[in-house]
Nanobody, 125 residues
């Protein structure tokens, strides 16, 4: 059984940076795309960014363009470098892995194959 474990969450002031990592265990996710969603209190879970299984294709949400960078470190690890953080970036960040790239969208997240349990990011003003 595949397990995704996130790390790197925490508290930071606005304008600061954090780096999230997600490592998969239980199987090698060579042909799985990996990415991130986030959920703020009282809101639905939203897509943040995805990187393809081979690291070639990347898609990210308009709200994080130019500030967040996703990278595929190896077949089982994905990272999210978050710079210029804003209070509205505060949320629980979930790692996800799926065989279909288009699953990485707010509307299609029910199709995601594997989810992590989430890591909390808090940005204070």
């Amino acid at each position: 059984q595949v397990q995704l474990v996130e790390s790197g969450g925490g508290s930071v002031q606005a304008g600061g940076s954090l780096r999230l990592s997600c490592t998969a265990s239980g199987s090698t996710l060579s042909y799985y795309h990996m990415g991130w969603f986030r959920q703020a209190p009282g809101k639905e879970r939203d897509f943040v960014a995805v990187v393809s299984w081979n690291g070639v294709a990347i898609k990210d949400a308009d709200s994080v363009k130019g500030r967040f960078t996703i990278s595929r470190d190896n077949a089982n690890t994905v990272s999210l470098q978050m710079n210029s953080l804003k209070p509205e970036d505060s949320a629980v960040y979930y790692c996800a892995a799926s065989r279909t790239f288009s699953d990485f969208a707010t509307a299609y997240q029910s199709r995601i194959n594997y989810w992590g349990k989430g890591t909390l990011v808090t940005v204070s003003s």
